[in-house]
């Protein structure tokens, strides 16, 4: 019925509201909130010490997970204030690696730079899925058909790189024969 009494026998609180209700829903939980509960952000662009002041509490976990998260297949940097017990970072672990995969930083800038690479990232790469599908439906194949060659190709692609460890180049040499279609069509998209 309230934010105080969703949070009061919980031994973690995972705050999930846009940034601009921070403020309102600090009211709400600052009073409610004991300093052995560990409070799980993923408010994009909310830091630590604004977390802190609005919530009257020390024990913070800033998160930046991304929408594959949804398939259990995001990646989640994360960093926590000093504040936060080794058992409690064990929690936030498990918790976020539900999600997918999750990385903890000693600087919460690197929290805030990953949202440009993983926490966007998902909308460049949906953004590329897009034009590539349009140009496979050029090309003359049924919309379902481009759609499925695209999204398994990707899937495939990125599976193959993170399982060779392979620099992206190398695995790009791997498919460019010299002389052949796939260089010509990287010549093109060059110039």
Same mark, same amino acid.
């Given at each position: 019925?309230?934010?105080?009494?969703? *949070?009061?026998?919980?031994?973690?609180?995972?705050?999930?509201i846009k940034?601009?209700?921070?403020?309102?829903?600090? $009211?709400?939980?600052?009073?409610? /909130?004991?300093?052995?509960?560990?409070? +799980?952000?993923? /408010? =994009?662009?909310?830091?630590?010490?604004?977390?802190?002041?609005?919530?009257?509490?020390? &024990?913070?976990?800033?998160?930046?997970?991304?929408?594959? &998260?949804?398939? $259990?297949?995001?990646?989640?940097?994360?960093? =926590?204030?000093?504040?936060?017990?080794?058992?409690? $970072?064990?929690?936030?672990?498990?918790?976020?690696?539900? @999600?997918?995969?999750?990385?903890?930083?000693?600087?919460?800038? @690197? *929290?805030?730079?990953?949202?440009?690479?993983?926490?966007?990232g998902p909308?460049?790469?949906?953004?590329?899925?897009?034009?590539?599908?349009?140009?496979?439906?050029?090309?003359?194949?049924?919309?379902?058909?481009?759609?499925? /060659?695209?999204?398994?190709?990707?899937?495939?692609?990125?599976?193959?790189?993170?399982?060779?460890?392979?620099?992206?180049?190398?695995?790009?040499?791997?498919?460019?024969?010299?002389?052949?279609?796939?260089?010509?069509?990287?010549? +093109?998209?060059?110039?």
């Open positions: 019925a309230s934010n105080a009494e969703a *949070v009061a026998g919980a031994d973690v609180v995972v705050l999930a940034p601009q209700n921070l403020r309102e829903a600090g $009211r709400d939980l600052a009073p409610a /909130l004991r300093p052995e509960q560990l409070v +799980i952000s993923i /408010l =994009a662009g909310t830091t630590m010490r604004a977390l802190g002041a609005a919530l009257g509490h020390r &024990a913070i976990v800033r998160a930046m997970p991304n929408t594959p &998260a949804q398939v $259990r297949r995001g990646i989640t940097v994360w960093a =926590a204030t000093p504040e936060v017990s080794a058992a409690q $970072r064990e929690t936030a672990a498990l918790l976020l690696g539900a @999600l997918g995969d999750q990385i903890e930083v000693d600087d919460e800038k @690197l *929290v805030a730079m990953s949202t440009a690479v993983s926490g966007s909308a460049y790469l949906f953004l590329f899925m897009e034009a590539f599908i349009d140009a496979a439906v050029h090309l003359g194949f049924s919309r379902h058909v481009a759609h499925r /060659l695209v999204v398994e190709t990707l899937e495939g692609s990125a599976l193959f790189a993170k399982s060779s460890g392979s620099h992206p180049a190398q695995l790009r040499d791997m498919v460019t024969s010299p002389g052949g279609t796939t260089a010509a069509a990287l010549q +093109i998209g060059r110039a």
